[in-house]
């Protein structure tokens, strides 16, 4: 059975720092394309970051200079580190695992950036 367990959300004031991590199971974590994607309210579901399997980034133009993803192997684990964090980066944030043919994704974790 296939888990992606997102955790590291909560509230955090503007300009503070999080970091969230997606734990996976019952996946090839190694060969698998991480990404983490967010939903605002009343919003579509975006990508904010992703990492290959060989460790190539990319980043939304929005977060470029403050996020960075990374991924622990032998920890099955990607993270994403946020810094300097601004109100509209509240959302859910979520991970997705992909590999030719198959992507799962997680459940989501909160994060609001708020004063």
């Known amino acids: 059975q296939v888990q992606l367990v997102e955790s590291g959300g909560g509230l955090v004031q503007p300009g503070g720092s999080l970091r969230l991590s997606c734990a996976a199971s019952?996946?090839?974590?190694?060969?698998?394309?991480m990404g983490w994607y967010r939903q605002a309210p009343g919003k579509q579901r975006e990508l904010v970051a992703y990492?290959?399997?060989?460790?190539?980034?990319n980043y939304a133009d929005s977060v470029k200079g403050r996020f960075t993803i990374s991924r622990d192997n032998a920890k099955n684990t990607v993270y994403l580190q946020m810094n300097s964090l601004k109100s509209e980066d509240t959302a859910v944030y979520y991970c997705?695992?992909?590999?030719?043919?198959?992507?799962?994704w997680g459940k989501g974790t909160p994060v609001t950036v708020s004063s």
């Open positions: 990492i290959s399997s060989a460790g190539n980034r």
């Open positions: 019952g996946i090839a974590f190694s060969i698998n394309a």
């Open positions: 997705k695992s992909s590999v030719v043919g198959m992507e799962y």
